[in-house]
C-alpha cells in the first residue's frame, strides 16, 4: 500500500475509533509501505464534525471548577479534543508535504501514534464518568490552523514549536488545578497529564529538529533561526492564551528551545502578541 493514501485515509476516517485503528496500522506497517507521490486532497470540513457540535471557542465548556462529575468530563473532554486534533495535524504534516527524508514521515507517524494513545486514554476517563468525546460542544481552532499552514517552514513552527509548546507551559497549571481537586479520578487524570508532557516534549522536538532542517534547506545562516522562528510567529498573528503567563523553561529547553529563545518570548511575546 501507498503511505500517503493511508494517510489520507486516516485523515479523512469519520469516526474517532476508525481513525485511531488506521493510525496505529500505519505506524505498524511502516517500513513496508511504498512511497508513491499522489495528488494531495485536502479536508473541506474536520472530521470530528460528524460527532461533534462545533461552537465558538469561547462558548465551548473547558471544566473551570472541578467539583463535579461534570466538572471533570468537561476538562477531559477539551483535552481529548486537543489530542485528536493532533493526530490529525501530526497526519497532515506527513501527507501534505512532499520529497522530504523517510526519517521525517517516520517522526510524525510516531507522533500521531502517540497523539492516538493519548485520546484513548482520555476517552477512557471520559467513559468512566459517564460521558464520551463528542458529547460537548468544540472549536475548531486547531483544524483551522492546519487548513492555512501550507509552507512547512511555518507549519513546522506555528504547530510543533508554538501550539505544542504552549502545551508544554500549561500542564504545569493543569496539573496543579486537578490536584487540588478531591474527585476520586483525579490520580488517573495526573498519570495521563504526566504521561502527556513527557511525549509531548518528544513531539516539540521533533518539531525543533525539522524547524532546523528546513532552515538550513533554505539556506539561512545557524545565527538567524531564531529570529526566523520569531519572525513567523509574528507574520501569522500567533498568540498565547490568557492563562499563559509562565513559559514552562525546563520542558522547553528539553524539547530544543535555547534559553535566549525562552527569554525573548518571556520579554517580548507574553507581553505584546495579541492575546486569545
Known amino acids: 500500500?501507498?503511505?500517503?493514501?493511508?494517510?489520507?485515509?486516516?485523515?479523512?476516517?469519520?469516526?474517532?475509533?476508525?481513525?485511531?485503528?488506521?493510525?496505529?496500522?500505519?505506524?505498524?506497517?511502516?517500513?513496508?509501505?511504498?512511497?508513491?507521490?499522489?495528488p494531495i486532497l485536502l479536508l473541506q470540513k474536520p472530521t470530528f464534525a460528524n460527532f461533534c457540535t462545533i461552537l465558538p471557542k469561547h462558548k465551548v465548556p473547558q471544566g473551570k471548577v472541578l467539583k463535579t462529575d461534570l466538572n471533570f468530563a468537561h476538562l477531559l473532554h477539551s483535552i481529548a479534543h486537543i489530542e485528536f486534533c493532533a493526530i490529525d495535524l501530526a497526519l497532515d504534516?506527513?501527507?501534505?508535504?512532499?520529497?522530504?527524508?523517510?526519517?521525517?514521515?517516520?517522526?510524525w507517524i510516531e507522533v500521531a501514534k502517540e497523539e492516538v494513545q493519548h485520546f484513548l486514554a482520555l476517552q477512557h476517563l471520559l467513559n468512566l464518568l459517564g460521558y464520551q468525546y463528542g458529547d460537548f460542544g468544540v472549536h475548531t481552532?486547531?483544524?483551522?490552523?492546519?487548513?492555512?499552514?501550507?509552507?512547512?517552514?511555518?507549519?513546522?513552527?506555528?504547530?510543533?514549536?508554538?501550539?505544542?509548546?504552549?502545551?508544554?507551559?500549561?500542564?504545569?497549571f493543569l496539573c496543579a488545578k486537578v490536584n487540588a481537586s478531591k474527585h476520586p479520578i483525579k490520580e488517573e487524570l495526573l498519570k495521563v497529564l504526566n504521561t502527556?508532557?513527557?511525549?509531548?516534549?518528544?513531539?516539540?522536538?521533533?518539531?525543533?529538529k525539522w524547524f532546523h532542517y528546513c532552515c538550513n534547506v533554505e539556506k539561512i545562516p545557524i545565527k538567524e533561526h531564531s529570529k526566523t522562528y520569531f519572525d513567523i510567529l509574528?507574520?501569522?498573528?500567533?498568540s498565547f492564551p490568557k492563562a499563559n503567563s509562565l513559559l514552562n523553561a525546563k520542558a522547553r529547553l528539553k524539547a530544543g528551545f535555547t534559553q535566549e529563545e525562552i527569554e525573548y518570548l518571556e520579554q517580548n511575546h507574553l507581553k505584546n502578541i495579541q492575546i486569545k
Open 196 to 208: 502527556l508532557l513527557k511525549e509531548e516534549i518528544s513531539h516539540v522536538s521533533k518539531g525543533d
Open 1 to 38: 500500500m501507498n503511505f500517503f493514501t493511508l494517510l489520507y485515509q486516516a485523515l479523512k476516517a469519520t469516526s474517532a475509533e476508525e481513525k485511531c485503528v488506521l493510525v496505529q496500522d500505519i505506524y505498524t506497517h511502516f517500513y513496508s509501505l511504498k512511497f508513491v507521490d499522489e
Open 141 to 172: 481552532t486547531l483544524f483551522d490552523c492546519m487548513q492555512n499552514c501550507n509552507i512547512l517552514l511555518d507549519r513546522i513552527a506555528i504547530i510543533p514549536r508554538g501550539m505544542e509548546a504552549i502545551g508544554l507551559d500549561v500542564n504545569p
Open 93 to 107: 504534516c506527513a501527507y501534505r508535504f512532499r520529497n522530504l527524508p523517510l526519517q521525517y514521515y517516520f517522526d
Open 234 to 238: 509574528q507574520k501569522h498573528h500567533f
